[in-house]
């Protein structure tokens, strides 16, 4: 009977394992970028952004929040490359997985050039959607022209990062 339990146990823990690096290394047109341009959050002013009118040429979207330390010190650094890859017809989004007055706030004390977007809790779920397994922040996806997913990076952008996204 022991051995019978350890047997199943094992092949338990083969399947979400299994399951697991599936989800890590699927090929882009496995994972659920459809979803993604259905979507339709709010700017801070309660405008609607609707994501469907941002595809069809890169995009950087970056899941951030105001009380995340290192989303806070990327923010300049995205701005510049907006203001630098704008004309070449890169896009990018903060989508805030934060509040709405948080954020109205933040803005006002650091204006951002790119659109913003409140995803408010449910940002959490589309960024796991996306490859964003632990949840955290910040958390960045790059999408080429085409909608699918190109790179994705949890943790702090660097310039570096920026380089080698572009280059490709």
Known sequence: MRRRWLV????????????????????ADAHPEALLWTQTFS???????????????????????TWCPPCIEELPLL????AERRAQG????????????????????????FPVAIAGPGGAQLGRSLGNLQGGLPFTVVLGADG???H???????????QRWTAA
């Open 90 to 113: 890169w896009q990018v989004l903060g989508l805030a997985v934060d509040q709405v007055a948080a954020v109205q706030k933040f803005l006002q004390r650091q204006p951002l050039d």
């Open 79 to 82: 701005n510049r490359f907006y």
């Open 148 to 150: 699918r997913i190109r």
């Open 43 to 65: 700017r801070p002013d309660g405008q609607p952004l609707a994501l469907a009118g941002l595809r069809g040429q890169p995009l950087l979207l970056n899941f951030w929040a």
């Open 8 to 27: 199943a146990g094992a092949a338990l823990a083969a399947a979400a394992a299994g399951g697991a690096a599936w989800w890590r290394w699927a090929p």
């Open 152 to 162: 994705r990076k949890m943790g702090q952008v660097k310039v570096e990062d920026l």
